[in-house]
Every structure is written in structure tokens, then in C-alpha cells.
């Protein structure tokens, strides 16, 4: 397979086996509800660390990860910041910020993005999916990268998100009026559909005592010297009369399906009975799920919303915004909602490493709210924003917020067809019985009851009738409920440091850690219950064993014999495996052992030593 090359590749191709292990610190006091690792999370630090700081509790545990990485256009501002130990990347770091001008911009990019996305990889499930957003500065050698990183056979499709509604007048060139939404997939993934729609369902325009149903041909494309056995005559049962179809366009069913079809009266003869070629009943009710739709790959406005109602979302729930906030291009929550529904079970963990304005979680929760789920979200943010912008739009959303705007109710929305267009009377007839029946009627008269709205708005972009009713409010908008735990970047676990004793991590942020290598597993979260009835230093368990760790991040105790592993221990170990007749054997970390390898052996143990030995005084 074709690979990508650019400048610095080589230092950045296993580079996250560099990243320091740095556990996340809880911060309470910016916290909703009881703060804990295992539910909603909203990290603030570089997203690099913040991602192998996941590993241990998430590794191949995320459902989906939704990402909004820097289009690279050359005037964001960005800074390549990887501390990679070479010439190259330390000279980088030199010319931040990204912009125009640098000819490696693009070589930066992907420097950038490499080791993140192979930490993303590390996390996602067997099902999990990867959607990132992109324009055309960097769509092209993003879909080269993930062929590389995920394989060509993951890639499930590029969706076209029509970002704007309206082309910008002062637009030099062609002006751009989308995104796109790369996705990737392992192999287990599965596509959900779709809600059905009114539009979907406006073709079901005919009904009879079946129900509602639509209209498909009933003819094929062969000729009668391709099938002869489809080119039969049906007899009308309105007339009695013999209908042949077209020797160049035959019937598309054999003649005992079309007699099934005749008896069950699922053949269309016209209004009047005597149409010369019959069409298919297709009724509604008799859709496979309902009737619900495939997804495709283009996404108008009027499917995921556009980045003008994004601002307008984000304005809402803050009144106003100040400084650098006030530059920030969210993504509309709308956008992300339909990734949910087409990549996401109810109960999925969805992670967004480049949270911004923490329009993934405020999806998440709105779906929750919607229909009973529980996804939870993992958001990442290295900006300074993390807190006052990020998670306190989470706060928020959760909290409910009191705002000033103006509110808008959409009342009708109908894409305008040719055939539609013939109907203006109709549709000038809808707008009008809306209009009145919000009290808007004749001019002068008075409203027979107290009106919903200040205004109607009506108005047709792209081809889509709008009518809006639009209100002055002022007023706290509900919460949707939930809560979410904000954390910090500990100090990285670094070998140096733990040999001096300098600094000693938490037992919880250790065990995760060496869990996860030891094991190539997750440390699975235990309700604090069941956490009360374990024997001391437990972990957890693999499929083969149970893993121990004798630890307290007390230097005295790691210089104590309080910490070895003693035969008492190993006896104590062995005899509560025993108790849960698993068969499984057990590796126990800690500072030091007093027993032989066979004392080891005879309890089914396995020893790994903790660097504290190596300071434990003489």
C-alpha cells in the first residue's frame, strides 16, 4: 500500500511511545455531581498527553471519537508544540505560530496529527468509528494518513457538509461552501440509519384500504428476446381487457409474481382503472426498520445545520462572548447529532480530543435528554478556554442558562421542487392558514387569541421554503440533566522520579498505569461496594489473572518491609484466589519480595518489582 511521506516523519512515527504517562487530577470545584474517572470527563491539557493518560481506563473502550482538528488554512494561529526530541521539530518550535507564509505548514500538519491519531486508534472499540471534519487544505492527505494508520479497508465514506447557506459576495474566487466529515471504522463497526422524515414520506402520496402507498415501475430494461419469459400478457381486472407490455421493455416478474401481485390488488391501474402499462403499490407500513433511511453523503444545511446557527447556539447559551472566544467557529450541534445517530448506540462512549466550544458534549447530552440514553463524553481542550468557555458551556447546558435573544420556532420547511413551484397557490395557501392561525391573519383584525410570536418569517433559500415564528425572549432555558468531572494533568510518571522518590503518584493513577502495561487492558472501574469487600492492593483482573499492587505513595512505607511481599501475603493471595475457584494466577507489583522464585511458583505468583528497591535504605 502507497504510504504518505513528509518532513519529519521519522521522529514523529512512534512517538507516542515518548509521551510521559501523566494520570488525570480530578478538580471538584469545577465539577458536576460526584467526580469521579468513570463517567463524563472534560480534561484540560495538551491533547497528546491527555490521550495517553486515557489509555489505561479506555484503551479500545471508545464507541466513536469525533474530532475538529485546525484546517491547516493558513490563518488560525496554530502551534506546533510535540516536544520530539530532534534538530528539526526544536527549530519548528522556533517559527510559531503556523500561518501562511511557512512552507511546511502542511509537513507540520501531519507531524501534528500522526501521533494523536495513533493514540486514537489505541482507543477506540472494536465498532468505534472516527469522524473528522476537514476542508480542502488538508482532506486530501488526512484520508492518506488514516489509509495508513486504520488500513483502506476502514475508510466508510466522506461526507459533504454544506457548511453555509449563502455564498459570500466578497469572495475573490470560487467561494467555498463546505466541509468535509472523513469516517473511518474497524471492522465490526455497524451503519445505523436513519429517523424517517415528512419529506421522505411525501411520495407516499396515494392510499387506498392498504394504506398509504407509493408508485414504482413495473417494467424492466430487457428487451423480450433477452427474457421471453417475461414478456406475458396481464389482464386488467377494471377492464378484463390483455395488457403486453413494451417488446423492448418487459415485465421486471416472472408470471406466477405478477399473478401473486394481481390477487393481493398490489397493481396501480390509474385514477380511472384503465392505465395501459400497471405501476407497484409500495405501501409505507410495509418498510423494512420502520422505514428508516440510509444515510448518505451529502449533508445540506437542512440535515446538519450550518456554522451560522452554530454561533448562534453558542451566543445563546453564553449572551455574549469577549476577547478570543469571540473568534471561535464552533461546530452546530445539529451536525453532530446526526454522527451520533448514525455512529453511536445509546449506551456509546464518545470521545472528541479537540473539543473547542464543547459542542460534542452539549449533543451527547441533548440526545440523552431525547431519548433516555446513556453515552457518556470524553472532551480534551489544551486552550486556556478549557474552563471558562468549554466546560462552562457544559455547566450550562446541564444547569440550564438565563438568556436575552430572540427565539425562533420553525413552522414549516419544504424543499420547492419544479413540481412543487407548479403548486405556488397552494403553498401561498399553506403560509397564509400558518400566519392566521398565529394570529396573523387580515391586517387590522384583531387575533382571537393571545399570539405565540412577535413576527412570521417567511423566506426561500436554496430552494427551501422556510416559515419561522420568531419571539423577543427573556427567560432561563431548561437543563438537560447530568453531570461530568473536570480534570487536570497530573506530573508525568517518569522513571527518575519515582526512583528518587521525588514524586510518587496516587495508588489509582499507579495501578491504572501498570495495569494497562502489564496486561494490554483496561482497568475496569469498581462501584465502591464491591471496592470495600476486596482484600488489599487488589486491582483487577484479566482473562488470565488477577494483578495486585502492594503500593502507598509514601516514601517511608516504600523503604519499610510493610511494603515487600512477604510469604504471609503470597499465602494470603493464593488462598482468596482459591476461595473464587477462577484457576487464575496472579502478579503481584511491589517494592520488594521476601520469598524464593519456587515459594513463588507453589502460590501461583508472579512477581514484578517496583523501582522503590533501588532506594530502600540500607
Request: hydrophobic letters at 40%; a negative charge; proline letters at 5%.
Amino acid at each position: 500500500m502507497p504510504e504518505i511521506v513528509f518532513k519529519g516523519k521519522e521522529y514523529v512515527y512512534n512517538h507516542h511511545l515518548t509521551v510521559p504517562y501523566r494520570p488525570l487530577v480530578p478538580q471538584p470545584d469545577k465539577s458536576i455531581g460526584a467526580g469521579h474517572l468513570d463517567g463524563n470527563l472534560i480534561i484540560h491539557g495538551d491533547n497528546l498527553h491527555a490521550l495517553k493518560s486515557l489509555l489505561p481506563r479506555y484503551a479500545g473502550a471508545v464507541d466513536l471519537i469525533f474530532i475538529d482538528p485546525p484546517y491547516n488554512t493558513g490563518n488560525e494561529g496554530w502551534c506546533y508544540s510535540d516536544a520530539v526530541n530532534s534538530p528539526i521539530m526544536k527549530e519548528w518550535l522556533s517559527t510559531n505560530p503556523v500561518d501562511g507564509e511557512d512552507m511546511l505548514r502542511h509537513d507540520k500538519w501531519l507531524c501534528m496529527m500522526w501521533p494523536r491519531l495513533v493514540l486514537l486508534r489505541e482507543l477506540l472499540s472494536e465498532q468505534g468509528s472516527i469522524w473528522i471534519t476537514l476542508d480542502d487544505n488538508e482532506v486530501h492527505r488526512a484520508r492518506m494518513v488514516l489509509d495508513e494508520l486504520f488500513g483502506e479497508d476502514a475508510f466508510v465514506g466522506c461526507c459533504v457538509w454544506q457548511k453555509k447557506y449563502t455564498v459570500s459576495a466578497d469572495h475573490t474566487g470560487i467561494a467555498p461552501m463546505h466541509d468535509y466529515v472523513l469516517v473511518y471504522a474497524n471492522d465490526s463497526f455497524t451503519r445505523r440509519k436513519l429517523e424517517r422524515t415528512e419529506d421522505a414520506d411525501r411520495q407516499y402520496r396515494h392510499s387506498d384500504e392498504g394504506g398509504r402507498f407509493r408508485l414504482s415501475d413495473y417494467t424492466c430494461n430487457k428487451t423480450a428476446e433477452e427474457r421471453p419469459n417475461l414478456y406475458y400478457p396481464l389482464r386488467n381486472p377494471y377492464t378484463g381487457e390483455e395488457v403486453w407490455p413494451s417488446k423492448t421493455r418487459v415485465w421486471a416478474n416472472s408470471k406466477d409474481v405478477s399473478d401473486a401481485h394481481l390477487a393481493a390488488n398490489l397493481l396501480w391501474w390509474g385514477q380511472d382503472g384503465k392505465a395501459r402499462i400497471p405501476y407497484f403499490k409500495r405501501y409505507r407500513h410495509a418498510l423494512k426498520d420502520g422505514g428508516r433511511l440510509v444515510p448518505g453523503t451529502w449533508w445540506d444545511f437542512a440535515f446538519a445545520d450550518h456554522t451560522d446557527l452554530a454561533r448562534k447556539e453558542l451566543l445563546q447559551v453564553f449572551g455574549e462572548l469577549v476577547g478570543d472566544d469571540a473568534t471561535i467557529t464552533p461546530k452546530p450541534t445539529r451536525l453532530i447529532e446526526r454522527v451520533l445517530e448514525i455512529g453511536a448506540d445509546k449506551d456509546a462512549v464518545i470521545l472528541d480530543s479537540f473539543a473547542g466550544s464543547g459542542t460534542t458534549a452539549h449533543a451527547v447530552l441533548k440526545a440523552n435528554a431525547r431519548d433516555g440514553g446513556t453515552r457518556r463524553f470524553i472532551l480534551v481542550e489544551g486552550e486556556d478556554y478549557a474552563d471558562r468557555l468549554t466546560a462552562e458551556r457544559v455547566r450550562r447546558a446541564i444547569n440550564g442558562y438565563a438568556w436575552v435573544g430572540t427565539q425562533r420556532e420553525e413552522l414549516l420547511k419544504e424543499k420547492i421542487t419544479w413540481t412543487q413551484f407548479k403548486k405556488a397557490d397552494q403553498w401561498l395557501q399553506k403560509v397564509a392558514a400558518i400566519q392566521a392561525a398565529e394570529g396573523f391573519g387580515t391586517e387590522g383584525a384583531e387575533p382571537q387569541q393571545p399570539r405565540r410570536f412577535d413576527k412570521i418569517n417567511v423566506r426561500l433559500d436554496d430552494g427551501v421554503l422556510l416559515v419561522e415564528g420568531e419571539r423577543r425572549v427573556s427567560e432561563r432555558a431548561p437543563g438537560l440533566g447530568g453531570s461530568f468531572t473536570f480534570c487536570t494533568l497530573g506530573e508525568p510518571v517518569s522513571l527518575e522520579q519515582l526512583l528518587s522518590g521525588e514524586r510518587l503518584p496516587g495508588f489509582d493513577a499507579l495501578g491504572a498505569w501498570l495495569f494497562y502495561t502489564a496486561t494490554g487492558a483496561t482497568l475496569p472501574p469498581r462501584a465502591a461496594e464491591s471496592q470495600q469487600a476486596l482484600p488489599p492492593w487488589y486491582l483487577g483482573e484479566t482473562a488470565s489473572r488477577h494483578v495486585w499492587l502492594v503500593y502507598r505513595p509514601e516514601l517511608a512505607f516504600l523503604k519499610s518491609p510493610e511494603a515487600a511481599l512477604t510469604l504471609g501475603l503470597a499465602q494470603q493471595i493464593a488462598e482468596w484466589g482459591r476461595a473464587r475457584g477462577d484457576g487464575k494466577g496472579h502478579l503481584v507489583f511491589a517494592p520488594a519480595k521476601y520469598l524464593s522464585n519456587r515459594q513463588l511458583l507453589e502460590h501461583g505468583l508472579e512477581f514484578a518489582a517496583l523501582p522503590f528497591a533501588l532506594y530502600r535504605e540500607a
